[in-house]
Nanobody, 124 residues
């Protein structure tokens, strides 16, 4: 079955940048056409969809808190999803998950395939 593996997390000072990668292992029609996204969860906080990309719907979404700083992209030839994060803030500290929709929707409950997560820590 399809598996997602995140990488690229780490520790960075405020104002720095990181690039997260999500490798898609195995063939998946849904992963190509349906929504894929990055979701983060900070300690004591609810999961938040940071950014998502829905090729079949022609839609790209960014949370207001990251708009203008984060960019989601795909490299279909490499079967990889990316999240470029610039101007990082301490509030961005969280465990970041890559996820793929299994229903064609593009909202939190629509994501049925998840990676293990990669930690991002931003210090002042």
């Amino acid at each position: 079955q399809v598996q997602l593996v995140e990488s690229g997390g780490g520790s960075v000072q405020a104002g720095g940048s990181l690039r997260l990668s999500c490798a898609v292992n195995g063939y998946s029609y849904e992963a190509y056409w349906y929504c894929m996204g990055w979701i983060r969860q900070a300690p004591g906080k609810e999961r938040e969809v940071v950014a998502s990309d829905y090729p079949a719907g022609g839609l790209t979404y960014y949370a207001d808190s990251v708009k203008g700083r984060f960019t989601i992209s795909r490299d279909n030839a490499k079967n990889t999803l990316y999240l470029e994060m610039n101007g990082l803030k301490p509030e961005d500290t969280a465990l970041y998950y890559c996820a793929a929709s299994t229903s064609g929707g593009c909202y939190l409950s629509a994501f049925g395939i998840w990676g293990q997560g990669t930690q991002v820590t931003v210090s002042s």
